[in-house]
C-alpha cells in the first residue's frame, strides 16, 4: 500500500515563508510525477506545482517567482519552498503522486494534507 505524508504546513506572516515536504513510501518502483495542490474554502482544488520524474516543472501563475519545487526520485520524497507567502496562499496543501507503479500495480495517491495559514 501506498502512503503519501506532508509535513511542513502552519501559521506564518504575510511576507514569511514554509517548507512542505511529501514521502511516499510503500514498495514503489517509480512515481510518474508528483506534484501539490491547495483548497481554500469555498473553492475548488488547484494545481501548485508539478514536477516529473524527468526534471520538467510546472507552477500555477499565483506562485510562479516565489515558490519552488524539488523532488528526489530515489527517495520518492518532494518538497515546495514557499516564500514571500501572501493571505491568497491560505488553503490546505495535499501531496500528489501520478501514476506510482508497485508491485500490485499502477495508481495516483492523495496525501492528508497540510494547512497553511499566512496571516498577520
Known amino acids: 500500500q501506498v502512503q503519501l505524508v506532508e509535513s511542513g504546513g502552519g501559521l506564518v506572516q504575510p511576507g514569511g515563508s514554509l517548507r512542505l515536504s511529501c514521502a511516499a513510501s510503500?514498495?514503489?518502483?517509480?512515481?510518474?510525477?508528483m506534484g501539490w495542490y491547495r483548497q481554500a474554502p469555498g473553492k475548488q482544488r488547484e494545481l501548485v506545482a508539478a514536477?516529473?520524474?524527468?526534471?520538467?516543472?510546472r507552477y500555477a501563475d499565483s506562485v510562479k517567482g516565489r515558490f519552488t519545487i524539488s523532488r528526489d526520485n530515489a527517495k520518492n520524497t518532494m518538497n515546495l519552498q514557499m516564500n514571500s507567502l501572501k493571505p491568497e496562499d491560505t488553503a490546505v496543501y495535499y501531496c500528489?503522486?501520478?501514476?506510482?507503479?508497485?508491485?500490485?500495480?499502477?495508481?495516483?495517491?492523495w496525501g492528508q494534507g497540510t494547512q497553511v495559514t499566512v496571516s498577520s
Open positions: 500528489y503522486a501520478e501514476r506510482v507503479r508497485t508491485a500490485a500495480g499502477t495508481g495516483d495517491y
Open positions: 510503500g514498495s514503489i518502483f517509480s512515481i510518474n510525477a
Open positions: 514536477i516529473r520524474s524527468g526534471g520538467s516543472i
